[in-house]
Structures are given as C-alpha cells and as structure tokens.
C-alpha cells in the first residue's frame, strides 16, 4: 500500500469513527473536497482529515468536528485578502451543520482556490 493510500484510509477510517449525522456530513464534505481537487491528497493533521499536495507537505485545508463541524484553510494556503469591506483579511474557515447544494459548491471553490 502506498503512502497517499495509507493516509486516505486513515482519513476514512477518522470519519467512520463519527458518529451520525455528523459522519454522514463530514464524508459527504470529503468527496466534494477530493472531487473538486484531486490533486490535494488526504491525510491525519493533529487528528482530524486534512489535505495537502503531497503526504509530506504542509495541510493546506482541514476538516474539524469539533463543538461545530468546521472547514478550514491553514496558515500554508496562499493569502488572499478579501477585499471590500473585509479589507485584507482574508476568510480562512467556515462552519456548517449541514450541506446543501449552495454549500457544496462553496467548499468546491474553497478547496480550489488553494490550488490556484
């Protein structure tokens, strides 16, 4: 088995060890993330999925289920500030409860915009 099949089952295996409806959401987040960047690879970041361009370089995003269910980008993605009246700051996590189609699309363009 390889390394990036390695982190990929324990990244699945982390989310079948949540408990529903939350393992339900936060699989359903995973494929949107691997579908919209396949080139972001999944693995373990402090105990929670994560995905970076190779095994061995920093987490770019970051799941978490914690108090709420969060997506995140780490302090490695490229900056971006927001502009408008959020100035230079720049957006770096979102939490959900659920994911409806709206949501979906938003994590999709979220996880590309590490890659851009």
């Known amino acids: 088995m390889s390394k990036d099949e390695k982190s990929l089952t324990q990244v699945l295996d982390k ?6 409806p939350r393992r339900s959401i936060m699989r359903q ?19 929670m999925p994560a ?12 799941l978490r289920n914690d108090d709420r269910m969060n997506l995140a980008l780490t302090e490695k993605a490229p900056f971006r500030a927001a502009g408008g ?15 409806g189609e709206d949501t979906a699309k938003r994590v999709a363009a979220i996880v590309r915009s590490v890659l851009d």
């Open 51 to 62: 995905y970076a361009k190779s095994a061995s370089t920093p987490a770019l995003v970051t």
């Open 15 to 20: 989310i079948a060890s949540m408990d529903e």
């Open 29 to 47: 987040v995973h494929d949107i993330i691997v579908t919209a960047a396949p080139d972001l690879k999944p693995r373990i970041w402090y105990g």
């Open 85 to 99: 009246t959020e100035g230079d700051l720049m957006p770096a996590a979102w939490y959900f409860e659920t994911v």
